[in-house]
């Protein structure tokens, strides 16, 4: 299946299984007043990401790599909950040189380049390959497998004229290492988990999302994966999910709340979503270029609460998390 169908329109909804690829070439980008864009201008307005965190006992590592075009960025860290130790690296590179990143489904080879360091995102069979190296040496290397989890993968209308396919999965099996902020290398384990996101589309202007993505074992020995998001100017139920053992369920839509300045409430109206985090460490990229703003925030957090719907009953207690907020502006 090719999610641009041949009307130059992109297929909506919720997809039983991943395209097998997306024909960008074949898109028609219409605008407002009706025009199509093509060429630059339609290049232009195209957006894509890849971006993967893994949690290795009380350590996160994150990872992505951003192309918009007249800009991209790659950052990668590693942060130690209990220590509350950090390394942190990021770079912009103008006009996306050094850096390719390619958005087909099922097989794609990305690359994101500023000196000392380089990461690598290769996909293929079903397994995702990810190595970061700084200069030449490895300070990640990974094997992530993506058999045995249902993939969310989802394409939705996004402002008068804009789209966004999205393509998720989590509590993913990890095999690989790391090098430490110490030097010392650390091998992944069977408790190791992964999440992959996978993005691109063309993006309203003046946006602002906010999202929750959170891997761990419950006290029962169960892979519990959940993805929450909300906008306030588009409805992104169908993209709300939870995994259990690799099973994807649908959840409904949620509101975002600060409550003091590191404590937020994410629920859904009826309250049987009702979740508590407490913010830790901070990150932020910022590019803005002319009239070109993105920005965004990224949170260590910890998440306690309830999700009940239809026949789900999961408790979260103090589990690591990752809270985002997204702006488009341009």
Same mark, same amino acid.
């Given at each position: ?31 407002a007043n ?18 993967c ?13 951003a ?55 290769q996909?293929?069979? *079903? ?7 700084k ?18 993968s989802?394409?939705k209308p996004? *402002?008068?004229?804009g ?8 509590t ?34 003046n946006?602002t ?17 959940l ?10 139920s ?7 053992n *690799?099973q994807?369920y ?16 994410i ?18 990229? *910022? ?7 993105h ?18 009953n ?9 809270f985002?907020?997204?702006k488009?502006k341009?």
């Amino acid at each position: 299946m090719d999610l641009i169908q041949i009307n130059g329109q992109p297929r909506f909804g919720r997809f039983s299984i991943v395209p097998s690829m997306i024909n960008i070439d074949r898109y028609e980008h219409r605008v407002a007043n009706g025009n199509i864009l093509k060429g630059w201008r339609k290049r232009l307005q195209y957006k894509k990401y890849k971006f993967c965190f893994i949690q290795h006992e009380n350590i996160t590592i994150g990872l992505a790599i951003a192309d918009m075009v007249w800009a991209s960025y790659g950052y990668f860290y590693i942060y130690h909950h209990d220590k509350k130790e950090v390394f942190n690296w990021n770079a912009v590179n103008l006009l996306s040189r050094k850096t390719v990143l390619d958005e087909q489904p099922l097989f794609n080879q990305s690359y994101f380049e500023n000196s000392p360091y380089q990461i690598q995102i290769q996909h293929a069979n *079903g397994v995702r390959y990810i190595q970061v190296t700084k200069f030449g040496e490895i300070q990640l290397s990974a094997r992530i497998f993506c058999a045995g989890t249902q993939p969310l993968s989802v394409c939705k209308p996004y *402002g008068e004229t804009g789209w966004i396919y999205t393509q998720k999965l989590m509590t993913l099996n990890c095999e690989g290492y790391f090098i430490d902020k110490q030097g010392e290398l650390i091998q992944f384990n069977d408790k190791t988990f992964a999440a992959l996101s996978d993005t691109c589309g063309f993006l309203s202007p003046n946006e602002t999302l906010f999202t929750l993505s959170s891997n761990y074992w419950d006290r029962t020995g169960n892979r519990i994966g959940l993805y929450l998001t909300s906008n306030k100017k588009h409805d992104d139920s169908n993209e709300n999910c939870l995994w259990i053992n *690799g099973q994807l369920y649908a959840l409904p839509k949620v509101n975002v709340t600060q409550i003091q300045p590191e404590i937020w409430h994410i629920h859904s109206d009826d309250k049987l979503i009702d979740l508590s985090l407490n913010l830790n460490w901070h990150r932020s990229e *910022g590019i803005k270029l002319h009239l070109k703003h993105h920005q965004t925030h990224q949170w260590q957090v910890k998440v306690s609460g309830k999700i009940q719907h239809e026949e789900l009953n999961v408790l979260l207690l103090d589990e690591y998390g990752l809270f985002e907020q997204y702006k488009f502006k341009e």
